[in-house]
């Protein structure tokens, strides 16, 4: 079974653009969160979608975005970026409906912003 | 929401010591209390867990405890080894009707050979 995939894995962007990052899921996961990985900070979670509904976010402002697919392929963007914004991006997926289960992360996207 | 804070958020040991990590949480109705370890450069895994119907668990050289009453829950590792070395993340369960765990900022252990 493949695991969680992350595309792309590392990106450079300047202050002002804004990024698409990209997770696929387990198959057969229809959950999936992303968070925000710095330095310190431990994972800040920003949101979750379980077939194609937002059903948690986190206290991030409203340039943060995401969505999810039919196919639970789920997408975050973030709009004029910050220096601040640069991190590890994390998603996870997890087959559980329920609030407990494991949580299968992605390796990550790595965002620099310039 | 729920609170977690997870102490140390550094740790030093020399290799065949022991290491604890204990993490604390404010609220919760659920049962389900999991670690994370995750190495340098790579993602977080899961590595063990515990519910609520039970005060420890043990996996060969890691344990988990909990104290539902202290509302606190701590990570054990023995014989520790330098391959232990990584950041390892607590998370308490979701509250308000969240489906999402809250993780604590987790620590840093180090394992000198």
Redesign the interface.
């Given at each position: 079974k493949a695991g969680?995939t992350q595309t792309p894995r590392y990106l450079i962007k300047t202050r002002g653009q804004q990024v698409t990052l990209s997770c696929s899921p387990i198959s057969g996961h229809r959950?999936v969160?992303w968070?925000q990985q710095t330095p310190?900070?431990?994972?800040q979670?920003l949101f979750?979608y379980?077939s194609e509904t937002q059903?948690?976010k986190g206290n991030f402002p409203g340039r943060f975005s995401g969505r999810q697919f039919s196919n639970s392929r789920s997408e975050m963007n973030v709009s004029t970026l910050e220096l601040g914004d640069s991190a590890l991006y994390?998603c996870a997926s997890s087959g559980r409906t329920?609030?407990?289960?494991?949580?299968f992360?992605?390796?990550?996207s790595r965002l620099t912003v310039l | 929401g729920e609170n977690v804070e997870q102490h140390p958020s550094t740790l030093s040991v020399q290799e065949g010591d022991s290491a604890v990590i204990k993490c604390t949480y404010s609220d919760s109705a659920s049962n389900y209390f999991p670690w994370y370890k995750q190495e340098l450069g790579k993602r977080p895994q899961l590595i063990i867990d515990i519910r609520s119907n039970v005060g420890e668990k043990k996996d060969q050289r890691i344990a988990v405890t909990l104290n539902k009453t202290a509302k606190h829950f701590s990570l054990h590792i023995t014989e520790t080894q330098p391959e232990d070395s990584a950041v390892y993340f607590c998370a308490a369960p979701p509250s308000g009707g969240s489906y999402i765990p809250t993780f604590g900022r987790g620590t840093s252990l180090i394992v000198h050979p």
């Open positions: 969680v959950s969160s968070y310190g900070q431990g994972l979670f979750e379980f059903r948690n994390l329920g609030t407990t289960g494991e949580l992360f992605g390796e990550g | -």
